[in-house]
């Protein structure tokens, strides 16, 4: 990326009222950064989606100076960046509409050909959920996936430890930016994350940590990774606003199961029982979810029964699947001509037979 191309980036991002989505749609019609900041107003009006209160202050002098000012920031840091539109922006969150037109980073990120997930939780965690927590990044250790969290208190700092202990990658992503940390206290963990891993953020030097910072830091966090996983968490909380992003970016979000009226586990349960996350009670439901495989000879084998008794309408959706590969749920009920909510139950009891098994994306392929 040429420095002008980030000035005009960042010169776009300090105009009030332009977000993330409408900078990329200005773009996408007037062909560059560059060109969006001298482009006649009157032209970009004509931009569906686009009106004046959008591109009011787009040609305020000072904004370009911010954009000045922040750029030296990041060159005396040695601040790393990247552009929504580079390759080596991370793939999973650049299909995000509201995905950060720049991204920044300090460490040693490497997303290239990995599995990442997100883990989330409540700051006021149980021993349950550290337990949990831990357990689970120990068991996914063979799978070498990335570990992406919020580097908050609680269930976010214990994965993202539990990651370095066993020497994952790991990523915090932050709500404010590169210069400061919050909590302070966890500043004492950042050389061993940026060791084998690192920060995201896409807030400035000049923004200080604040509340409403979190919905910015939860879209980086959802969007990341190909699922997110909530372990504990109250009716109410950012872990639960990430889930619903994730869940707004059609990713897998899992939640783990709590006893009933457990103040820490309503947030998970509530999750669970309005579908909105598969219920999570161990690695091996992860791993099976996401169809994830273990490239060497600890590979955990998924092996269907022999002889299964297979009911009319299930040889259908059997030999389709034979034949096709993976399919979503509603193409095999049209292509079996049978009808979607039996078509659900159908698969449901190929799965129990270790006939078939679900994949990301609302797909089914045979085992």
Not at 17 to 45: F, H, M, T, Y
Not at 244 to 260: C, D, L, T
Not at 328 to 344: R, Y
């Amino acid at each position: 990326m040429t420095i002008e191309k980030l000035i005009a980036l960042l010169t776009l991002k300090k105009v009030p009222n332009l977000g993330d989505s409408s900078i990329k749609k200005l773009i996408r019609e007037i062909g560059s950064a560059e060109a969006v900041l001298k482009e006649k107003p009157q032209n970009l009006l004509k931009i569906d989606g686009i009106g004046t209160i959008k591109i009011k202050g787009l040609y305020n002098a000072e904004h370009r100076i911010a954009a000045e000012n922040e750029l030296s920031f990041i060159q005396d840091n040695h601040i790393n960046y990247m552009g929504y539109d580079e390759t080596k922006y991370p793939e999973k969150l650049k299909y995000c509409i509201d995905s950060p037109v720049l991204l920044f980073s300090r460490g040693n990120i490497n997303l290239s050909h990995k599995k990442i997930i997100s883990v989330v939780g409540t700051r006021k965690v149980t021993s349950y959920g550290v337990r949990f927590c831990e357990e689970l990044v120990e068991t996914l250790v063979p799978l070498d996936p990335v570990i992406v969290s919020g580097f908050a208190y609680g269930i976010d700092i214990t994965a993202q430890r539990a990651a370095v202990k066993h020497n994952l990658q790991t990523i915090g992503c932050l709500a404010h930016g590169l210069n400061q940390i919050y909590p302070k206290v966890h500043k004492k963990y950042m050389p061993e994350i940026e060791e084998n891993g690192g920060f995201f953020t896409d807030f400035w030097s000049t923004d200080t940590f604040d509340r409403k910072n979190f919905l910015g830091r939860n879209r980086i966090i959802a969007g990341l990774s190909e699922a997110t996983i909530v372990v504990e968490s109250a009716d109410k909380g950012g872990s639960l606003v990430t889930a619903e992003i994730a869940n707004s970016y059609n990713r897998e979000v899992f939640a783990v199961p709590g006893r009933a009226g457990d103040p820490f586990s309503k947030g998970c349960n509530t999750l669970i029982k309005t579908q909105r996350a598969h219920m999570l009670t161990s690695a091996a439901d992860l791993i099976y979810m996401l169809n994830w495989q273990v490239e060497d000879a600890q590979k955990p084998v998924v092996q269907k029964q022999l002889f299964v008794e297979l009911e009319e309408d299930e040889k259908k959706i059997y030999n389709l699947l034979t034949k096709n590969g993976k399919e979503l749920l509603d193409s095999i009920a049209l292509q079996c001509e049978i009808p979607t909510f039996k078509v659900a139950s159908l698969l449901l009891n190929m799965e129990l037979k270790g006939v078939i098994r679900p994949l990301p994306g609302k797909l089914f392929e045979i085992v």
